[in-house]
């Protein structure tokens, strides 16, 4: 049987959805200042400096799985070389490819025009890595077209634009993240993030659970993001919210026609609220009260009473 | 002084069922307090004699306390809210992610019951810092 009391998904298209708000936004808020659309200077021996500028035409896509053996071996690892030609294997486990359909990219060395042009259907590949609620993302791997370059403009590309792009697509990537859900008053044991399919989950299981998490066999809802929550978290969330209200006091005195003083006092001594159903979410909930009551004759009440028991007395006499 | 007016307490039902409803609110999960009756208060005299006497003679004012304090668990709970839950925004680093369109639902995962939620994320890049606008 499953157990995790708390869990989050994002399916890929919604991942892609973030991705592409994220390029537009950063086109509005920061041009030519972003992971889209930048610029990097270097020095580059015998050249001197050098700047690159990029700019994707469009907003990257995202997809989940590993490159085919062919793709792999023509991709560049972080050094511009190809992987194949380094012998590194095809990443396996998480392994996420970005697509860029195109992108402009141009350098110039001082003094002299811009060198450079398009390149399409770039694809950058990663490995996703989940410690302790994390997503890290290690690029491995970039395919970029260049067949069109000069030798030196490929040279100075690999320089410069692979590693430049290496750290765009980090950037873009950070984007992923499963929704977390701040419950109230609740703590939870290190969440659990796997990729399953086209669907990036995360579980955790409250601290009181002493059972390890298991979300083996599980079959998420296929929503495009969802947040789950057992029973016993929901009862965490509602005792956490009702705590403050427990023990809360009231007390009043006064006078009743000069004759006695009075007062009480009382508190809120509990406060239960648990969860009925969770589908539609209903709560139980009560409350228990305690109270004190005391009060005393005033002087006159005292006199009025010793009046009424000497009368009554002496109606007793007769 | 000891007290002269003595009353024993009761309160009926005990406990008293009250009703909290839970909806969302934006992008919170949030507990209402919609309902809680009076709590059944009742005084009876007690003590010695004499305190039962003086007591029973002054039932008016067990009556007015009762009156005070049958509505003050009303008064003290009643339209308190609590956030049992909620997506908070996500910052990555120079991007915030938030939540909308909370909708609220059910799942059975594995043999068990769960809330499922359910919500429309959305990206943002942050303002430059410095930035006014």
């Known amino acids: 049987m499953a157990n995790f009391d708390a869990a989050g998904g994002i399916d890929l298209t919604s991942l892609n959805t973030l991705l592409s708000q994220y390029y537009t936004s950063a086109e509005q808020v920061a041009p030519g200042n972003n992971p889209f659309d930048g610029t990097?200077?270097?020095?580059?021996?015998?050249?001197?400096?050098?700047?690159?500028?990029?700019?994707?035409?469009?907003?990257?896509?995202?997809?989940?799985?590993?490159?085919?053996?062919?793709?792999?071996?023509a991709s560049l690892d972080a050094a511009g070389t190809t992987n194949g030609a380094a012998g590194n294997p095809v990443p396996t486990g998480a392994v996420a490819a970005v697509s860029i359909a195109n992108m402009t990219a141009s350098y110039t060395?001082?003094?002299?025009?811009?060198?450079?042009?398009?390149?399409?259907?770039?694809?950058?590949?990663?490995?996703?890595?989940?410690?302790?609620?994390?997503?890290?993302?290690?690029?491995?791997?970039?395919?970029?077209?260049?067949?069109?370059?000069?030798?030196w403009d490929k040279a100075i590309f690999n320089t410069m634009l692979v590693p430049a792009l290496f750290k765009a697509v980090t950037e873009m990537l950070g984007v992923i993240h499963v929704p977390a859900l701040s419950w109230q008053g609740v703590s939870l044991n290190p969440v659990q993030i796997a990729l399953s399919g086209n669907q990036l989950t995360a579980a955790a299981t409250l601290t009181t659970n002493s059972a390890p998490i298991d979300t083996s066999g599980v079959t998420w809802p296929t929503d495009a993001v969802f947040v789950l929550a057992s029973k016993p978290l929901i009862d965490a969330a509602l005792a956490a919210?009702?705590?403050?209200?427990?023990?809360?006091?009231?007390?009043?005195?006064?006078?009743?026609?000069?004759?006695?003083?009075?007062?009480?006092?009382?508190?809120?001594?509990?406060?239960?609220?648990?969860?009925?159903?969770?589908?539609?979410?209903?709560?139980?909930a009560s409350i228990t009260a305690s109270l004190n009551v005391g009060g005393s004759l005033t002087a006159a009440g005292m006199a009025l009473a010793v009046v009424g028991c000497a009368a009554g007395a002496a109606l007793l006499a007769i | 002084m000891s007290d002269t007016i003595s009353y024993d307490v009761s309160f009926s039902p005990s406990p008293a069922t009250i009703t909290i409803s839970v909806t969302v609110v934006e992008d919170a999960l949030t507990a209402t307090v919609t309902t809680v009756p009076d709590i059944g208060l009742s005084l009876?005299?007690?003590?010695?004699?004499?305190?039962?006497?003086?007591?029973?003679?002054?039932?008016?004012?067990?009556?007015?306390?009762?009156?005070?304090?049958?509505?003050?668990?009303?008064?003290?709970?009643?339209?308190?809210?609590?956030?049992?839950?909620?997506?908070?925004p996500i910052p990555v680093e120079n991007v915030t992610i938030t939540a909308s369109s909370l909708a609220l639902g059910g799942a059975t995962l594995g043999g068990t019951d769960y809330l499922k939620a359910t919500a429309t994320l959305a990206v943002a890049v942050n303002p430059p810092s410095g930035s006014n606008g």
């Open chain 1, 40 to 73: 990097t200077s270097k020095n580059v021996a015998p050249l001197g400096d050098v700047t690159l500028t990029w700019k994707l035409k469009s907003a990257p896509v995202l997809a989940f799985g590993a490159p085919s053996q062919a793709d792999w071996n």
């Open chain 1, 109 to 151: 060395v001082a003094g002299v025009a811009p060198v450079g042009g398009e390149t399409h259907n770039l694809v950058a590949y990663a490995t996703l890595a989940f410690p302790a609620g994390e997503v890290d993302v290690t690029l491995v791997g970039l395919t970029i077209d260049e067949s069109d370059f000069a030798p």
């Open chain 2, 44 to 88: 009876s005299p007690s003590g010695n004699f004499v305190q039962k006497v003086i007591s029973a003679v002054l039932i008016p004012i067990a009556d007015l306390i009762i009156a005070a304090v049958n509505p003050k668990p009303r008064d003290m709970l009643q339209g308190k809210t609590m956030t049992l839950g909620k997506i908070p």
């Open chain 1, 241 to 284: 919210g009702v705590k403050p209200y427990v023990g809360k006091t009231f007390s009043d005195s006064g006078e009743f026609k000069d004759l006695a003083d009075w007062n009480y006092s009382g508190s809120l001594d509990s406060i239960s609220a648990t969860t009925g159903t969770l589908s539609p979410l209903t709560v139980n």
